[in-house]
């Protein structure tokens, strides 16, 4: 791979890194929501469906991470 092409590649990996970043920190805000939640509305469908997207989340920021080392050249 040429230097032109790589140097892009670095750079959507770096973007890449930074929106990980956001969201790891955007999931953070949502669990502590999540345990901030009252027991009594712990067994809603709002919160055993926000509890389910906070699992998606996370799975897919695996998921970023694993991107991010493939593209990676370090």
Same mark, same amino acid.
């Given at each position: 791979m040429n230097t032109k092409r790589r *140097? *892009? @590649? &670095? %750079? @959507?990996r770096e973007q890449l890194d930074s929106l990980k970043t956001e969201l790891e920190c955007l999931i953070e805000e949502e669990r502590e929501a999540l345990y901030n939640t009252p027991e009594s509305l712990q067994e809603t469908d709002k919160y @055993? &469906?926000?509890s389910d997207k906070l699992d998606d989340l &996370? %799975? %897919?920021l695996d998921d970023l991470d %694993?991107? @991010? &080392?493939t593209i990676s050249y370090e």
């Open positions: *140097k *892009k @590649i &670095e %750079s @959507i @055993i &469906e926000d &996370e %799975s %897919s %694993s991107v @991010i &080392e």
